[in-house]
């Protein structure tokens, strides 16, 4: 897995900053990116007006180092169109990296949302659209009436990640410092329902923004203003792909990995759930957490969640006929139980699947089996995606797996994982196609149905995660 910076989906508004009037729409900007004090990008942000239209080009490009295999940049397009008035139009989402290249449009109709997906299911999904929704242009002139009244404005943006809307409340004040003269105002956003994400804004006068500075994973993240040569001015990239390591205790023998551990979390902001897999029990600064093939019990799923494990989505595109083939060339025998069948789409995915992880964007299931790259999260949801096609209800996993080898220069750490759980009948039953195997040193964290937005947040987390013991436990 890999944390990148969590910009905005609403592609704040953004041009030169000698701009002289607020009606003045067009022009570019460059930023650069930096994590930690490491640069790791830049943002480019092209803003041009066609008849009664303007456009909002906004271009972040990102590069990582990864061990054992050249760097990877991911390069994220937002495209925006609006009124000049700031009605929304449409909005475009494209990602491009060494394993993910798909695109996302959001339209526009009166009152509903119209979401069409490349790489994906053919028909659009509509939604009902809360108010105030804005745009970049729309955002800048909702600031601009509001910014003499002293009072916090609330609005949604669309989240293509996470498909679905998100409502931020944005706290504004004058700013004044000798040292940043064309900064006239600091900004303070909040999204409701995720305290993670707070974000810094300094913008002009006119409320066009010229720095953000927010956290990814623990780490200042800061995006500001400088030249062209600037912005794309050669750097040394930063090994970037799990950065949140955690430490565990002691070595853990392989004999403890495959019967049943307890260990002892400090610093978890969500519960981790129970399954069949693993017992959770809170404490008063964490939780202690028993894992192993039975450890754990959960309620039986209705025939909604089960449904609702077999559908078809944008990163789970169970739908498509290539999956329908490979299905029908993998599982011949259909005698087998499910948890046999698990067994052997896992070896496929496991053998399909490069044996060099690639950590570059996010890819969907169909993007992964097309170019056969990528990491854990790859491997999760195209393994979830064949159960999916074969009938067999299906659930993400995003948590920790324990490893013994060197990983990053560093032994004995719990690293950010994904694998499968299938419904095989009487219990969700863990699968794992990176690994090749469930033990008790996997420790789940949270449950989807794989989409980005999932993993993102946990990332976030694991900077604030401490396992402070894992004690094998041994039958009497």
Known sequence: MISLPCLSQAGLPQTNSAQEHPAQNTGEQWQTLSLAGHKMGYRHINRAQSKNTLFTRDTVVLT??????????????????????????????????????????????????????????????????????????????ALLNRAEQDKPIAYYSWNFSSQQFDHFQLQIQPYNSPDKPSIRWKIQRHQFGDPQRNTILFADQY????????????????????????AQAYFEPTTHVYRQLIASPYKITDIALRGKIRYRLQGLPTPPPSTFEQTVNPLADGAEILVCDDCGTEAQPSPETLATALQASYWLPSTEPVFQTVIESVLTDKTITTAARMRRLSRFVTRHMSSEASYSGYATALEAFNSKQGDCTEHALLLATLARTAGIPSRVVFGLAYNNERFLGRKYVFVPHAWVQAWTGNKWQSFDSGLGNFTAGHIALGISNGEQSEVLKLNEQLHQIKIISAVQIKSR
């Not at 990864?66 to 008035?85: K, R």
């Not at 720095?211 to 600037?230: H, L, P, W």
């Open 64 to 141: 990582v180092s990864q061990p054992g295999a050249p760097d990877a940049t991911t390069t994220t397009v937002l495209e925006y169109h609006e009124s000049l008035g700031g009605q929304p139009i449409s909005a475009t989402k494209h990602l491009n990296s060494g394993t993910a290249n798909h695109q996302m449009q959001a339209t526009v109709h009166g009152n509903i949302l119209s979401v069409r997906q490349s790489n994906a299911t053919k028909n659009s999904r509509e939604y009902p659209i809360p108010q105030p929704f804005y745009l970049p242009e729309g955002l800048r002139l």
């Open 207 to 230: 409320f066009y923004f010229l720095e953000e500075r927010s956290t990814s994973g623990g780490d200042d993240v800061i995006i500001t203003d400088c030249s062209q040569a600037c």
